[in-house]
């Protein structure tokens, strides 16, 4: 094992009297070496983070982050920007909505060729209230703004926005929870007028979430829905035949475990037909289930019995991390206040997934969304955590990337000069750690060396004499991230990443 980690500058910039971005970089790292995480942590004090996407939606080639604060009853918009170590992000605007936000989607809703955005609000009364934003942002300004607002049919979980009838408009579907239904808002939207018909599929059942996705290979939508109430996934496949009229045909369920709160919808096994995992909040686990359907014909799955145990795992992700064509998945146990990477070792249908990573992120984790980032289409995470105030993203490292095992900075004095080289090793490390300086400076002052956890707190503070070098015994802390911070009179602290095994 060869864990690695990198140290970004660390930066901070206020935005207005209402709100900041903190870029504390984390340097963080799972237990194989072939997922490593660069991180920066963007923080705004009693925002409660939920659902988070990113987009280009300024089209300037760089993409911009969405995050739900429904605490907050607002939608950050956080521009990208460049920077020295590649994209960053600073918070430009918000989207206000009247009452508490239950979900968000984007999607073209007017055809002008860029996202719009979708809000699923609380409202006074019987029915839950979408919100739609036109998109009349240009390459560098943001811009949205409310054009359309439809009442559901009752209290409403989820929306999304997807194509369902082949007329390359993007349609909605809401999750009616009371009413035990779907409700499909055809888009009839015509040279920016904007105009929807209505349909309703009576389910039996109180949806709660749902994923789209085509999962038979017949190039249309379907839908995979989450019984909060019965532990069960409910499998509809589309059968509209018409732009007229939108109709689904259920074609499976799925027993989960104790409250199925997220599905991916991904090819786990290579045999071009996607699969489905269920992270079960209560029943601390999630269910796998492998494709046993032929192409173009009825969709259906059979248990792959893969136990995987994540101790209330609240959101998943899924995509190809290592870049082996086989789609690993990201989970954030709310519990446990990491992101898990399960890595896909599956073969043509036999499915196998393995825990190989434990990334700490904040408290309280509530959704992780996988983005491709740079020319090279890799994939990042970005993980919204909810009793931290923050989002994180998660720069994955790609093998050239990987700095060696040993950390060095250069100490240098106020005065600008540099002075001596600074390496710390064994890292990782389980019970003694070495920090060597590469020469015998005299100092002002004693050496005082403090360790930090990744959540910020001193866990080590000891005091060193001028030394080439210094030994100091790791052997009580924890497994995991921290920082080792040297000072010296005179000398700027320096900062070097450690990873105790």
């Known amino acids: 094992m060869n864990p690695a980690v990198r140290v970004l500058p660390n930066t901070v910039l206020t935005i207005t009297c209402i709100a900041f971005l903190l870029a504390i970089p984390h340097l963080l790292h799972g237990q194989a070496i072939r997922f490593t995480f660069d991180a920066s942590t963007y923080r705004w004090p ?20 969405i995050v739900a604060s429904p605490k907050q009853k607002k939608l950050y918009i956080w521009e990208g920007i460049a920077g020295g170590e590649g994209q960053s992000w600073r918070m430009k605007d918000s989207i206000p909505l009247e009452s508490r936000m239950l979900s968000f989607c984007i999607g073209d809703i007017d055809g002008d060729s860029k996202n719009d955005i979708i809000t699923l609000s609380d409202r006074k009364g019987n029915n839950s209230i979408i919100d739609i934003f036109l998109n009349g942002s240009a390459p560098g300004s943001i811009k949205f703004e409310k054009k359309y607002s439809i009442g559901t049919n009752g209290p409403a979980y989820d929306v999304a926005a997807e194509d369902l009838d082949g007329d390359n408009r993007k349609d909605l579907i809401v999750a009616d929870f009371d009413k035990k239904s779907l409700t499909f808002l055809g888009n009839a939207t015509d040279r920016g007028m904007i105009s929807f018909s209505r349909s309703t599929y009576n389910l039996g059942i109180r949806p709660n979430y749902f994923v789209v996705k085509d999962i038979n290979g017949d190039k249309k939508p379907d839908l995979i829905i989450s019984d909060y109430d019965k532990n069960a996934m409910f499998v509809l496949q589309n059968s509209t035949s018409s732009q007229a009229s939108i109709s689904f045909t259920q074609v499976d369920k799925l027993t989960t475990g ?27 686990s999630l269910s796998i289930y492998m494709s046993v359907s032929s192409p173009n014909g009825h969709a259906h799955f059979a248990d792959a019995n ?17 870049g082996d064509g086989m ?21 043509l249908h036999n499915i196998s997934l393995d825990k190989i990573s434990e990334i700490p992120v904040g ?32 720069k994955h490292l790609q093998e050239k990337e990987r700095p060696s095992p040993a950390d060095t900075v250069v100490l240098s004095k106020q005065d600008g000069n540099p002075t001596e080289k600074i390496t710390i090793y064994p890292n990782p ?24 956890n990744a959540s910020g707190q001193e866990v080590t503070r000891e005091r060193h004499d001028a030394t080439n070098l210094i030994t100091m015994d790791i052997s009580r802390l924890a497994a995991g991230f921290y920082w080792c911070q040297i000072s010296s009179p005179g000398h700027y602290p320096q900062t070097l990443r450690l990873i105790v095994e």
Request: with cysteine; hydrophobic share 40%.
């Open 363 to 394: 408290k309280a984790p509530q959704h992780v969304y996988m983005k491709k980032a740079g020319k090279s289409k890799q994939l990042d995470l970005i993980v919204s955590n909810s009793r931290s105030d923050n989002f994180l993203v998660l």
């Open 306 to 322: 893969v136990p995987i145990t994540i101790k209330r795992p609240s959101s998943l992700a899924a995509g190809d991390l290592d």
């Open 258 to 284: 104790s409250g199925p709160i997220a599905c991916a919808v991904e090819d786990l096994d290579g045999d071009k037909m996607p699969d489905i995992a269920v992270a079960n909040l209560f029943g601390n």
């Open 46 to 65: 009693n925002s409660s983070p939920g659902k988070v996407i990113s987009a280009d939606f300024d089209n300037d080639t760089k993409d911009e982050i």
């Open 327 to 347: 789609p690993e998945i990201a989970v954030t146990s709310e519990e446990d206040n990491n992101t898990v990477i399960l890595k896909n070792y599956s073969s």
């Open 429 to 452: 490390a389980s019970s003694i750690i070495h920090i060597s300086f590469s020469s015998s400076a005299k100092r002002s002052g004693p050496m005082l060396i403090r360790i930090i």
